[in-house]
């Protein structure tokens, strides 16, 4: 069969048989038959440069090498690939990793719950656990927030297509402004005064005797919002929303599903600010795109008794392997400083472009977290005073970049933000082909 008739008959038979709930799907219809790095290529022979990474997963890009080989040797040894929660050497190797990559406040001593694979599943598990150890119910969640789509996760996530419809009274949640420098709720345009405003409600609401909201069980943010919009919270403002939590008792939940091991330049997104939270949150590259997910908390949470919080897929020897060669390639090999240095030069690319074309509207993000926000220079300010977005320009341009090879999705309000998320290991080579695909799709389509 052609190869052009095969991509063609795979996505014809996917369209009749998947959920109408399909995503990537449907915006980018590549039918992958060969990975390696930074690259992908479809049934049809075409290569695409993959800024997506399966979603921010694969730190080390696809099918690492001596990550299948070491995969390929545990398939030759005989080991258990699936143990529920019981203990086998693969696990424990992963385990004494994971503890010693922690941030400091957690490293060493944590305790750690594996989860059922989704880091939907470990934001569960980490709600749950903070308002058992706390007794109270109430979750405080940031605006524009994305933690997840099962019912808990999903009713402190923020946009309605991801808090979804049952969601929202499954768990009491109070929703704080997350700061902005360009589309702050309290009208300014500084990020870091944003973020000021930002806390000083946060503990309004918490010490207000008639604000109705009380002392909630947990507070949960991320430090870069990735659905969100690759939306940056400032070190000022985790610090302070640190110092409020701490003084209250309430569980700072960090959710690092997608900022976390390298990602964002540091290898937790919340050493930046000196910031240890209570429950981190982790999934996607801690697996090294192999599903694992789970939370690390301090001791003193540890009240659930067994059977508090299971579930059937938490001993996944594959994902514990694949995971451990992850988290200490990405620390030997210095990937987060990596990221650091790519992400800034290709940041400052894409500045370049918006010097000339004004429709690039804010171009932002920390490490290899980047996001173009697309806006309608002509149009009528918003309430914040920022040029509207424009979703369908952000819709042709990820249809224009594909059709150059690049793979990339849209997110934040109404996805009007290109977001870049390129395996950590991405050359620099490639790193500069992203930036020209992306100008020569812009020339394309304005
Ligand atoms: N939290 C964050 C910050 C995420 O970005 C995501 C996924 N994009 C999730 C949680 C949910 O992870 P999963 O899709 O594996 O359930």
Redesign the pocket.
């Known amino acids: 069969m052609p190869n052009g008739a095969l991509r063609a008959e795979l996505l014809e038979r996917q369209e009749r048989r998947e959920s109408s709930a399909r995503t990537y799907a449907s915006t980018l219809p590549v039918a992958p038959v060969h990975a390696s790095g930074a690259v992908i290529t479809g049934a049809d022979g075409r290569s695409y440069l993959d800024c997506l990474s399966g979603?921010g997963t694969l730190a080390l890009g696809h099918n690492h090498p001596e990550t299948v080989a070491a995969l390929q040797a545990v398939l030759a040894s005989g080991a258990p690939l699936h143990t529920l929660d019981m203990i086998t050497p693969q696990k424990d190797a992963f385990t004494t990793e994971l503890l010693d990559r922690l941030p400091g406040g957690l490293r060493g001593d944590a305790r750690l719950h594996f989860c059922s694979p989704?880091?939907?599943d470990a934001?569960e598990a980490a709600l749950k656990l903070a308002q058992h150890a706390t007794g109270r119910r109430g979750i405080v969640a940031f605006t524009g927030a994305?933690?997840?789509?099962t019912l808990g996760?999903s009713a402190v996530s923020g946009p309605p297509r991801m808090s979804g419809m049952t969601g929202a009274d499954s768990v009491p949640v109070t929703r704080v402004p997350y700061p902005s420098a360009l589309r702050c709720p309290f009208g300014t345009d500084s990020a870091d005064r944003s973020g000021e405003l930002s806390t000083r409600l946060l503990e309004s609401l918490i010490t207000d005797p008639s604000s109705g909201v009380g002392v909630p069980a947990a507070v949960i943010l991320?430090v870069v919002q990735?659905?969100g919009g690759v939306v940056e919270g400032p070190d000022g403002w985790l610090r302070e929303v640190r110092r409020i939590t701490a003084e209250h008792g309430i569980v700072l939940i960090i959710?690092e599903?997608?900022t976390g091991v390298g990602r964002t330049g540091h290898y937790w997104a919340c050493e930046r600010a000196g910031v240890t939270p209570d429950v981190l949150v982790t999934?996607?590259a801690v697996g090294g795109g192999l599903p694992l997910a789970l939370i690390a908390y301090r001791p003193g949470l540890d009240t659930w008794r067994p059977g508090h919080h299971t579930g059937t897929f938490r001993g996944n020897t594959l994902a514990m392997v694949s995971g451990l060669i992850t988290l200490r390639t990405v620390a030997e090999q210095q990937l987060a400083e990596r990221a650091t240095k790519l992400g800034e030069s290709m940041r400052r690319g894409l500045r370049e472009i918006a010097a000339s074309y004004p429709v690039f509207g804010d171009v932002r993000g920390r490490g290899l977290m980047i996001g173009v926000e697309l806006v309608d220079p002509d149009g009528t300010p918003g309430r914040d005073g920022a040029a509207p977005g424009n979703p369908e320009l952000a819709g042709a341009m990820r249809a224009a970049c594909l059709e150059r090879g690049l793979i990339l999705e849209l997110g934040g309000r109404d996805d009007t933000v290109m977001r870049l998320l390129p395996p950590l290991i991405i050359t620099d080579e490639q790193a500069d082909s992203v930036v020209e695909r992306v100008a020569s799709a812009l020339e394309s389509v304005v």
């Open positions: 979603a989704a880091g939907t934001v994305y933690h997840g789509m996760a991320e990735g659905e959710d599903v997608q999934s996607k």
